[in-house]
């Protein structure tokens, strides 16, 4: 499968029009950069970040991070975003970093797998999967616009959630991740 010429999910789609216009945009594990492109197209800045850049490397006027942000440091400690995506992705510590992450008035948008989706095949491992409501939790500061759990029938298992940032006070990033 060539994954440079996948469609955004759904989910992006129908959300990416609450990212604040010309706001930077974060897409975490951007993989080949569907939803990077998405927000590229709609007018935004995009930092597109991963551990491999190869599907990235043509995004010439956008920022690539190549960072293993499981066993390195935030590379994006300082900075704030107007929209932040998240597909197909889990790694709960950089949970409180998205929410610290993401400045007044935007917008966080993820999706991924959940409990229940290892019947379907990967990913399996619980330590890749979100437990009932557990995205809620991870942003429970936040305006929630819209949340589903459930299983895409005979596919996968999956959460999402939408939020905004409707604080006056940005939250801080844990010391941990500083």
């Known amino acids: 499968m060539n994954h440079s010429l996948s469609a955004p999910e759904p989910w992006v789609v129908r959300f990416a029009p609450l990212v604040p216009a010309g706001a930077p945009v974060l897409d975490l594990a951007c993989g080949a950069g569907r939803h990077a492109r998405l927000f590229r197209a709609r007018g935004h800045p995009v930092t597109a970040l991963d551990r491999d850049i ?22 994006l400690s300082e900075r704030s975003f107007g929209g932040i995506v998240v597909a197909n992705y889990l790694h ?11 400045a ?17 095949g990967r990913p399996r491992n619980p330590d890749f999967l979100l437990r009932p409501g557990e995205l809620l939790d991870a942003f429970r500061t936040f305006t929630v616009v819209a ?30 991740v500083q």
């Open 147 to 176: 949340y589903e759990h459930g299983e895409v029938p005979g596919r996968a298992v999956i959460q999402q959630i939408c939020v905004v940032n409707e604080t006056a006070i940005p939250p801080r990033l844990p010391a941990s």
């Open 92 to 102: 709960r510590p950089l949970l409180p970093v998205l929410a610290a992450s993401l």
């Open 54 to 75: 190869s599907g990235v490397r043509d995004l010439a006027d956008s920022e690539v991070i190549e960072a293993d942000v499981e066993s390195g440091p935030w590379p």
């Open 104 to 120: 007044q008035g935007g917008v966080l948008i993820y999706r991924t797998f959940a409990v229940g989706n290892e019947r379907f």
